[in-house]
Each structure stands twice: as structure tokens, then as C-alpha cells.
Nanobody, 115 residues
Framework: QVQLVESGGGLVQPGGSLRLECTTS????????MDWYRQAPGKQRELVAG???????NYADSVKGRFLIFRDDDEKMVFLQMNSLKPEDTGVYYC?????????WGRGTQVTVSS
């Protein structure tokens, strides 16, 4: 069955870096567009970054220039490199398979940016 498993979250000080990983299985990863969402406490889930099956990327304005999304089709993984982290980046980060349908979500990994 389709599985998306996030890892790499944790506690980091402002200005620090983290790399999130999404390990997938159960589908032809190279044929799907993938993205990362996050949800802060008391807020709606929001798109952070996306990458198409051809490698085209897009980013939320709030993370442009600080975050990088990339994928390894051989390993069936998608990554989110997060630099210059800010307290407002705190939240649960979710890996998401969005196109073609149906959509699938991982269970998320917690990122906390605090001194």
C-alpha cells in the first residue's frame, strides 16, 4: 500500500537548519508530483514547497530563499532542506503526494524553532 513517512524534525534554535526526509513506498514515485505542507498550532495547514515529477519547484513566499525542496527518484524520497529557521516555521510538517490523484499524506514530523 502507499506509504509516506517523514523524518528529520526536531528542536532547533533560530537561524539553524534541518533537513526533512520523506520516504515513500507502494507506488511509482517518479510519476508523481510531491509537496510539503506544515501546520502550526491553531492554524490551517499550508503549502510550504512543491516539486513536480519533472523537477519544477514552487515555494511559499515565507520560505523563499531559505528552504529547498528536492527529490531522489531512485530512492523514492523527497527532501526539504530548511535553513535560517525562524520561530514562525514551527509546526508539524507533512509529506504529500498530490498529483495525479488520489492524494496521500504522511503522519507528519514536528519542527520546533526556539531558543
Amino acid at each position: 500500500q502507499v506509504q509516506l513517512v517523514e523524518s528529520g524534525g526536531g528542536l532547533v534554535q533560530p537561524g539553524g537548519s534541518l533537513r526533512l526526509e520523506c520516504t515513500t513506498s507502494g507506488f511509482d514515485f517518479a510519476g508523481y508530483d510531491m509537496d510539503w505542507y506544515r501546520q502550526a498550532p491553531g492554524k490551517q495547514r499550508e503549502l510550504v514547497a512543491g516539486i513536480t515529477r519533472s523537477g519544477t519547484t514552487n515555494y511559499a513566499d515565507s520560505v523563499k530563499g531559505r528552504f529547498l525542496i528536492f527529490r531522489d527518484d531512485d530512492e523514492k524520497m523527497v527532501f526539504l532542506q530548511m535553513n535560517s529557521l525562524k520561530p514562525e516555521d514551527t509546526g508539524v510538517y507533512y509529506c504529500h503526494r498530490y498529483s495525479p490523484p488520489p492524494e496521500y499524506w504522511g503522519r507528519g514530523t514536528q519542527v520546533t524553532v526556539s531558543s
